[in-house]
């Protein structure tokens, strides 16, 4: 990486914080990916994008500031990001994956609560993230309580935007999301100081859509045996679609699954013909949450498909390009927001039936179900994922942990028991 340490500076970081966490991620990093062998060649793009996490991609929101542009950070795969690009905007996942300034946090925040939160909180406090110190605004949403409440909190550090989520899918649900939709993009607007007008939306849709695709067809690569590539590197391409530029991004992943074509072709796998199969679904696995996926991995298995928002339920669902007047986009959009089946939802059978869907397309032998601590959404729901599966006789292995290296061995332990035993 480059020198960055006067924009570092401009933009006001704690060095010191900072320096500390860019010690830490080079070598989880070296661990966790650079030692997986006969890797896909496009994969050194996205190594590059992570070793200028901190450099390059933030140069890149500083010229886009400089020229009058507005960075707007979020949390959730509710906000549509559709709707910031329209508006001129450029639209980051804020990423909290990473247990850092919990001192700071816990100043504001109960000790037992979930990693996700407190993490956003420390690094905002603490001031050791570029992407938030950028972003000129937040977009928060109505998800769960812990987030729902924290964002009143972070209101005091940098301009929040609640969006509020509903928690059914009724027809009245379907309404005040769409009216929720519409305020947003009003209020972006408004923060932008530019319009938002049919033709940049159905544009932005389009990119958005393009993105997914590419995604999905990455996806589709990982249903054929031996897998020809890691479900760790897939679950990096999906964090890093949070925060890239969109078009360059959808190219390389484009590249990438035309490499891997090839490979599948000649018959290449990243893993021997027969390793077991696992989905993974839960809690979102913010960047640089490795930690279940490189054990699963290390375990004598492969992850084939993610059932969470950094995963599927980011890409899978479309918007519809039909509309051609605003507000039949902005419906489009939050018709499609609506579709994504988080734990926050009741009922939330959706995901029961897609989670059952996956196994049988992705052909997986067993779930792991892996839970943030302290999230009640997902820690709660596990029990219906848990009746589903075992209806059908699919093996589920649950996990709740947070982002410390305590329980690693541990883990480690529980999930190579759950390999051997759908080995046989
Ligand atoms: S759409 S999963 S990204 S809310 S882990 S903060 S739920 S206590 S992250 Fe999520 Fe949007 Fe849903 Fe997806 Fe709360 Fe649970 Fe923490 Fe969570």
Redesign the pocket.
Known sequence: MGDYRKMWQDLGLDMESHDQLLEVLPPTYHDVYLTQENRPQVMEYFDFVVNEIHGLRIEELQQHKSAGGKVIGTF???VPEEIIRAAGGICIGLCSGIEIGAGEAEKVLPRNI?P??KSFMGFKLAKVCPYFESSDMVVG?T??D??KKAFEILNDYVPVHVMETPHMKKDQDRKLWEEEVKDFARHIEGFTGNSISAVSLAQSVRESNDKRRALKRLSELRKRDPVVISGKDCLLIEQIAMYDDVARFTSKVNELCDELEKRLESGVGIFPAGTPRVIVTG??MAIPNWKVPHIIESSGAVMVAEEM?TGM?YFENEVSEQGTDIDSIINNVAERYLG?N???FTPNTGRMERLTELVKEYRADGVIHCA?S?????AVEANRVEQVLRQQGIPLLKIETGYDQEDAGQLKTRVEAFVEMIKE
Not at 374 to 378: E, L, M, R
């Open positions: 959730c795969v509710f979930c996700l939160i949403e998800t769960c812990g987030k809690t979102p928002c339920r994504t988080c734990a926050v943030l302290f999230c009640n959404p997902y």
